[in-house]
């Protein structure tokens, strides 16, 4: 997959761009704040419906403005896309394939993208938060219809939390609470099911996260991924998830369930007490290992930036071998200016396979030479022809 046209409107600092791009590698350079990073972000919205850089889409809207435009068209094979997103300051954004309005929700079925940017780097060494949304934008991408089932599942979580709250509110005893019971249902179907993908994702992901951390810095620290449950976290502590499933173990939603209901069960009046659900996919936590010690307070500044990018291009590697939509687009913001020379020439042979790569950089000569063939020029929020 390639995109081969590019169109913002009122989107961060581009009143309007147009913009035409190749298949292979393409630079985009320009000075620090001059909207090379605006640019990729807007793509890598239209794929994942969300920014690598902030939490509220109103803040991707120029400023003044009521909304945003970012419209694509896109190339898989010999089928073309013209694939559009309007977000809005106020309201649900809309969106459009071929001038057909659809769900927003459904736009990654139609546009894969992997982007990795200097922000990444909390995916490491941040929040448990960073790290589900990564595990599921992957999920989304691979088998979209997972969209739906964490729109319920959140739906869910809202309405469950809003009971507990009432409940505790009112004085309301737990034999009263058969609505509660309802919700439990819902929340243990769509959440086993997450958690069960999730699994088999972590699984399938971790070899190529092994494999695409050694390219990257020439030596095999033994990257690896587990998956921390919340509903196999010690019964008397709900807040610590310290369990652990083995490193490629995939859970059947059958045991999710099973583990899950027991879980609610456990934790009952803990959560009527703080009024909130404290078990479930939206708990959980990856654990990432270096040299069989958790990645995070362990590995150094270079080590943890390599392990993110290794993320993200396993994550490419997985798209680009499941994908009914073929390679995603490669979008590497800002990461040659961190690299040293070495890594630099392995990191460029081991992208230069894909059909699409777009790299952003401040200074021309970071980017090894066969990556820039193909140059765009950005300054304050246009496209600069002739420098």
């Given amino acids: 997959m390639r995109v081969t046209h590019v169109e913002l409107k009122d989107f961060r600092n581009y009143k309007e761009l147009t913009l035409e791009l190749g298949a292979g590698p393409t630079l985009i350079v320009g000075s620090n704040g001059q909207g090379k990073t ?34 694509v068209r896109l190339e898989h094979n010999d089928r073309k896309f013209l694939a559009e997103v309007q977000i809005n300051r106020s309201g649900a954004n809309r969106a459009q394939i071929n001038r057909s309005v659809i769900r927003t929700r459904e736009l990654p079925r139609y546009f894969s993208s992997v982007l990795f940017a200097p922000e990444d780097l909390a995916l490491v060494r941040g929040e448990p938060s960073g790290r589900r949304r990564f595990i599921d934008d992957l999920l989304v991408l691979r088998s979209p219809r ?80 587990a998956n921390s449950l919340s509903i196999i976290s010690r019964q008397d502590d709900p807040d610590n998830a310290v369990a652990t499933n083995a490193v490629g173990e995939i859970i059947s939603v059958a045991d999710a369930t099973t583990a899950f209901t027991a879980a609610l069960a456990s934790v009952r009046k803990a959560e009527r007490d703080r009024a909130i659900t404290l078990v479930g996919p939206h708990r959980d936590d990856l654990i990432f290992g270096l040299n069989g010690l958790p990645a995070r307070g362990y590995a150094s500044h270079g080590e943890s930036w390599s392990f993110a990018l ?78």
């Fill in 310 to 387: 290794a993320l993200k291009l396993a994550s490419a590697e997985l798209l680009r071998r499941d994908s009914s939509a073929g390679d995603p687009v490669l979008i590497l913001d800002d990461v040659f200016a961190e690299l040293d020379q070495s890594r630099r020439e392995r990191l460029a042979s081991s992208i230069s396979g894909f059909e699409q790569v777009l790299i952003t950089a401040a200074v021309f000569g970071d980017v090894p030479e066969e990556l820039a063939a193909n140059v765009v020029r950005i300054k304050a929020g246009e496209v600069i022809v002739g420098e």
């Fill in 146 to 225: 997972f969209s739906g089932v964490m729109s319920d599942y959140e739906r869910v979580v809202k309405q469950r939390n809003m009971l507990l709250k009432s409940a505790r509110a009112s004085g309301v005893r737990d034999t009263q609470l058969s609505t509660l019971d309802v919700w439990d249902e819902r929340l243990v179907a769509f959440g086993a099911e997450i958690i069960s993908a999730r699994s088999a994702l972590i699984a399938d992901l971790t070899p190529e996260v092994a494999r695409a951390y050694e390219q990257i810095v020439g030596a095999d620290h033994g990257a690896s991924l």
């Fill in 38 to 71: 605006n640019l990729v972000e807007a793509l890598g919205f239209l794929s994942t419906l969300g920014s690598h850089r902030v939490s509220t889409d109103h803040a991707m809207v120029r400023q003044a403005m009521d909304a945003a435009i970012v419209r």
